[in-house]
């Protein structure tokens, strides 16, 4: 049994591993995929102590860290239910995980049963941060990964010398329509608001950029992605009622984040956001269950 299990790859996982090897306890960090969206950011200039960094080179300063402690990290786990057992201790059970059984335990309607667990655990830290939010626009499930992308770092370089759409109106599209800069043809802006909403320095960079580089398109709503095997174009409309379409072989949606905060017991107290609720402490409503990060 563990003394913590921290669930989570990124920045607050990290300090939680940190923290708990030194205090000499007995954990273990599980997660997807290491970095989180720290690993999906482009440049990174507000991280005390770096200058100007990135996404990648950050998170494998995260790793290295807790490889220095010797933390034992399993990637490739996908947590699917945490759930508090009878004597205290937390069962965790993955998507993919070797379910050893725990006999005698209440199931979620009450009977007696089998409670399958991968990890257990005295304490565990949710630390499994955000996923990108979707526009809910017709097309976009069909288009996702034929043009349609949440993820700029991964996929802009995919579109060297194309013209792609930037689809949001903070950091994230903001960040995301510069990248394009340097790599695409041309960036459309498709913003919902009449101003951006993120660091002014990100701001000025962005709308001093030629015109026939970049346009942004403000107060309009995105409707529809269309295309044929791959995307070809994004429909809007404006406040006149009228629907327009740009041509763009590649669309990137940047438009919040949703906590993944799914996996954690249903008597959680959650904001209306779908955020765990803490105290100073970290600690949540039900004791032994912490939250860090974004979740």
């Not at 990890?119 to 526009?135: C, D, F, M, N, S």
């Not at 097309?139 to 034929?146: C, L, Q, S």
């Not at 802009?156 to 960040?175: D, H, Q, R």
């Not at 960079?205 to 995105?222: A, F, G, N, R």
């Amino acid at each position: 049994m563990l003394d913590l299990l921290i669930i989570g790859g990124s920045a607050a996982a990290t300090t939680a591993g940190i923290y708990g090897i030194r205090r000499g306890l007995n954990l273990k960090i599980i997660t997807k995929e290491f970095g989180g969206e720290v690993a999906t950011s482009g440049e990174i200039g507000n991280w005390p102590g770096d200058g100007m960094t990135d996404g990648i080179t950050l998170s494998d300063k995260f790793k290295n860290h807790l490889k220095y402690y010797k933390v034992n990290i399993e990637e490739g786990i996908e947590v699917e239910k945490i759930t508090k057992q009878e004597d205290g201790t937390f069962c965790v059970s993955t998507k993919k995980g070797s379910n050893v059984g725990m006999a005698g335990e209440k199931m979620a309607d009450g009977k007696e049963g089998v409670l399958k667990c991968d990890y257990v655990a005295k304490a565990v830290i949710v630390a499994t941060g955000v996923h990108p939010r979707e526009l809910g626009a017709m097309g976009e499930k069909e288009f996702r990964n034929k043009g349609v992308s949440y993820c700029s770092t991964c996929d802009m370089p995919l579109f060297t010398s194309k013209t792609v759409a930037v689809i949001g109106g903070g950091n994230s599209a903001l960040e995301s329509a510069l990248m394009g800069v340097d790599i695409a043809k041309k960036v459309y802006v498709i913003n919902k608001n009449p101003g951006f909403k993120g660091d002014e320095v990100l701001i000025s960079k962005l709308t001093s950029q030629p015109k026939d580089k970049v346009e942004i398109i403000y107060e309009v709503d995105t409707k529809e992605f269309v295309g044929d095997k791959f995307l070809t174009g994004v429909k809007y409309s404006s406040k006149d009622g009228q629907v327009r379409e740009i041509k763009v072989e590649g669309a990137f949606v940047h438009i919040g984040m949703v906590p993944n905060s799914q996996i954690v017991p249903e008597n959680v107290e959650k904001n209306p956001f779908g955020e765990i609720k803490v105290n100073v402490r970290c600690e949540t409503n039900i004791p032994g269950l912490y939250a860090a990060g974004d979740v």
